[in-house]
């Protein structure tokens, strides 16, 4: 009797859209429409990943994503989404090169949040201790700004201190949204369905 069927391989067998990872493609980064493809161990240049151009400067980011149909579960619980999420979310962390200017708008991004955030709450406390003292329209103005401005304050936090972003994790790779075009096109075009 031969060992044949122990060496063969099975045709039932899922296959992959990717190919399997091999020592050499640990580094790759690629470019597909207004995405950056990159393997979780890559290593980008020294070229700003915004504007392209030469720099040393670098910014850890770490990024995570999770399947969008578990955002469904904030119809539920927010408590279970929140839950869920941290529990079947993908991250990777990269150290991204970035320009002086552009490391300096995000600052300037996250000192507006949190001035306006501190601003609101000093007006709510004020609004709160002056409420026999001032007319009820300035007092009411003064405590219902806290909740508008906060949502404010966090989408400013979110969206103008945020330079990349995961649109897709696997166990491989990152598609990574937010960088600049000439930054891309200097990158292959991703070779694998999908």
Known sequence: MSNSSENSVNPYAVQSLQPP?????SGEIFQKGKLLIAHKSASFP?????????????????LSWHH???FLLL???LLI?????????????FQIPLAARYKAARIRWMLIAWSMALLSLALFFVGLATTDQVADS???????????AIIA???????????????????????????????????PEWPYPG
Do not use: H
């Not at 990872?21 to 493609?25: P, S």
């Not at 504007?51 to 910014?59: A, D, G, I, K």
């Not at 300035?138 to 508008?148: C, D, E, I, K, Y």
């Open 75 to 77: 119809l539920v619980n």
């Open 46 to 62: 020294n070229r700003c990943i915004k504007s392209n151009e030469p720099t040393t400067e670098r910014l850890k980011r770490s």
């Open 21 to 25: 990872l091999r020592a050499e493609q």
């Open 81 to 93: 989404y929140v839950l869920v999420a941290m529990i079947v979310r993908k991250t990777a962390v």
């Open 138 to 148: 300035l007092t009411a103005f003064l405590l219902l700004q806290f909740p508008l």
């Open 68 to 70: 969008p149909l578990i």
């Open 153 to 187: 304050a966090l989408f400013i936090g979110l969206f103008g201190c945020r330079v990349i972003y995961a649109r897709k994790i696997d166990d491989q790779y990152v598609w990574i949204g937010g960088t600049g075009e000439e930054f891309r096109r200097s990158f």
